[in-house]
């Protein structure tokens, strides 16, 4: 095999362990936000074991790529995936939102390694990522930043007023990608205040723009690997919330729905 | 999201209250509007979106754009209630609700919806027990954190009459009805839950029961507490804090910050009016994740917390 197939085979695995894990995690939990986190897996499994430089074992590195989970709540893939690179053992799954966990109902860099801001409300991991990649700016490193948004998370006026910055400043280490599953809590995004056309919005801002299906693990390791162009990047992927279970696509009620025991065994049986 | 903490059957979640309550406001007045940020389903108002569709705004995830429209639709002559959870409608907000709505004295109504420490298990960023604190300088605003399903219903009834500013804390975790008789509800005013003259507990929304609780454990022992419910935060009924320091003792009980807060206003209006020993209980700091019950035991806030915490205090371990 060539790298590239070993590296995709090994993104198509992690895949789906950290579905199989996260739902675990939820089920067992009864709390949590599955759709969101498996709308995600993909691009997050692609980043983390295909694109990103890091070393668990000095999780501050400063020359780290920084990766910025600004959509919170999504700590079931997050969470499978910084234990998957290596950041900490697979016991502290175990512990998701229990008393007094590392691994909270959303992320905390205080205690958990990997993770780069305390995120859970919404709409603040693009300003903070733009901080980030204007502090590379100014040293000249060759660390990139990575942020990735809900799309109801981009009716938060503070990611506009970080697209105008970034786009002004050339932040061209600097990509977002967009989980663009078309749901937001309650229900569609286009129902609620819409979001279309939305590359166009984003390169009116001074962004250049990419659309992927944000399943296909070897587009995404394509978009999300090339390298920076002249502006800062924004990745439109488009995703299926609750992706890879049937009875979870697509439906609003599965934001942070959780499984009884017959639905999490039915979910076992898809995730193979 | 975050699971109440298992409570009796007969325990209510507040939420109920307020929407049975804002769908009867509105029936009768059609100024009556609600304002969401995608919170409809967490605000429990799916049936009054389905009743009145044009009398809900949901501008979508956005607090700051959410308090703007209220003070906007205020302006139009409307009575809006801003309804999100807590966290968020106050934290996010915090400039809109100072500039656009208190210093510019629009008459809205903000809904704090599962506030205190109700999201337990999705961490600090969703607690939200700074919220007192951030509002109560802002005199303009009524603040009121009820302590039952009734006493909720009472507060929106009396915010929707009010004309000015209004918060109001709306619980999920669930609580029992409060076993005190011919109550009736008057803004700005203590209620008195419980009397005795050992020393004062005063407290507001989940945790007057509690209070309750720990005077019933500690009369069996000879000593005697009152309770008082301080609804009302801001402004603070100084006559029953004045009448409470001459029980020697105050203990302020919220399920917030104890900086900033019930205990803040009680011991900075101590402090300058009439000194008195007071202790504060609730959370002092972020806390982490768990469960509402687990939470609430960790700060002290139970009966037998709260009855330990009186004894200690009155040299009576
Ligand atoms: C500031 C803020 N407002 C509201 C919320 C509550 N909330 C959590 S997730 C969510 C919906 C997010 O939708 P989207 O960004 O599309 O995420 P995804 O579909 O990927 O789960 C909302 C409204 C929040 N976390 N933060
Ligand atoms: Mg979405």
Not at chain 2, 33 to 43: K, L, P, R, T
Not at chain 2, 118 to 145: C, F, K, N
Not at chain 2, 228 to 238: F, G, K, Q, R
Not at chain 2, 299 to 315: H, N
Request: some cysteine; aromatic content about 6%.
């Amino acid at each position: 095999m060539t790298d590239r197939s070993n590296t995709l085979a090994t993104i198509r695995d992690n895949a789906l362990w950290m579905r199989r894990q996260a739902f675990t995690m939820v089920h067992k939990a009864q709390l949590g936000h599955p759709g969101g986190d498996f709308s995600a897996t993909d691009i997050i499994a692609t980043l983390y074991f295909g694109v990103l430089r890091f070393d668990p074992t000095d999780p501050r590195k400063p020359t780290r790529d920084r990766f910025v989970m600004s959509k919170g709540h999504a700590t079931g893939v997050l969470y499978t995936a910084l234990c998957k690179a290596g950041y900490y053992p697979e016991s502290w799954l175990e512990t998701y939102m229990g008393p007094g966990s590392k691994l909270n109902g959303h992320p905390n860099r205080q205690y958990l390694p990997g993770v780069e801001a305390n995120t859970g409300p919404l709409g603040h991991g693009l300003p903070i990522a733009t901080g980030i990649a204007i502090a590379g700016q100014i040293d000249g490193a060759d660390f990139r930043t990575f942020v990735l948004t809900g799309d109801g998370e981009l009716q938060e006026g503070s990611n506009w007023e970080a697209a105008m910055t970034a786009g002004h400043r050339r932040l061209n280490r600097l990509t977002v990608i967009v989980d663009r599953n078309r749901l937001q809590q309650g229900q569609g995004t286009e129902e609620t205040s819409s979001l279309d056309p939305l590359p166009e919005k984003w390169r009116a801002f001074g962004w250049e723009v990419a659309e992927v299906d944000g399943h296909d693990h070897a587009a995404l390791l394509e978009v999300l690997g090339a390298e920076p162009g002249e502006k800062p990047r924004c990745v439109i992927a488009n995703t299926i919330k609750g992706k890879g279970v049937s009875f979870m696509e697509n439906q609003a009620k599965w934001h942070h729905g959780v499984p009884n025991d017959t639905q999490y065994a039915q979910a076992m049986e898809e995730l193979v | 999201m975050a699971q109440a903490a298992a409570a009796p059957q007969s325990y209510k979640d507040c939420r109920n209250a307020w929407v049975a309550t804002v769908e009867a406001l509105a029936e009768a007045d059609p100024r009556v509007v609600v304002v969401v940020n995608d919170s409809i389903g967490s605000s429990k108002l799916n049936g009054f979106a389905a009743k009145f569709p044009d009398r809900t705004v949901n501008v979508g995830i956005a607090e700051q754009l959410m308090i703007g429209v209220g003070a906007g639709l205020a302006n139009g002559g409307k009575i809006p209630f801003v309804s999100a959870a807590a966290c968020f409608l106050t934290g996010r907000a915090l400039e809109q609700i100072k500039a656009d709505i208190a210093y510019s004295g629009y008459n809205v109504k903000l809904i704090g919806q599962s506030s205190g420490i109700a999201y337990g298990e999705l961490g600090a960023t969703h607690h939200s027990i700074e919220d007192l604190a951030w509002l109560r300088p802002m005199q303009q605003i009524t603040v009121i954190v009820p302590a039952d399903a009734w006493e909720t219903e009472q507060a929106i009834r009396w915010a929707a009459d009010h004309e000015g500013p209004v918060f109001v804390r709306v619980s999920r975790t669930p609580v029992p009805d409060l076993d005190v008789p011919n109550r009736s509800f008057r803004a700005g005013k203590a209620e008195l839950v419980r009397e005795g003259g050992d020393a004062t507990v005063i407290a507001n929304g989940t945790t007057v029961h509690l209070a309750a609780a720990a005077a019933d454990l500690l009369k069996s022992e000879g000593i005697a507490i009152r309770v008082l419910n301080m609804a009302t935060v801001s402004p603070l009924d100084e006559d029953a804090v004045a009448a409470a320091a001459k029980t020697g003792l105050i203990v302020t009980v919220e399920e917030a910050n104890i900086c900033g807060g019930l205990g803040g206003a009680v011991a900075e209006w101590t402090a300058a009016n009439h000194p008195v020993r007071v202790e504060r209980m609730g959370f002092d700091g972020f806390r982490t994740t768990g469960s509402v019950e687990h939470l609430f035991e960790e700060a002290g806030l139970t009966a037998e917390g709260i009855a330990a915490r009186l004894r200690a205090a009155l040299g009576r371990t």
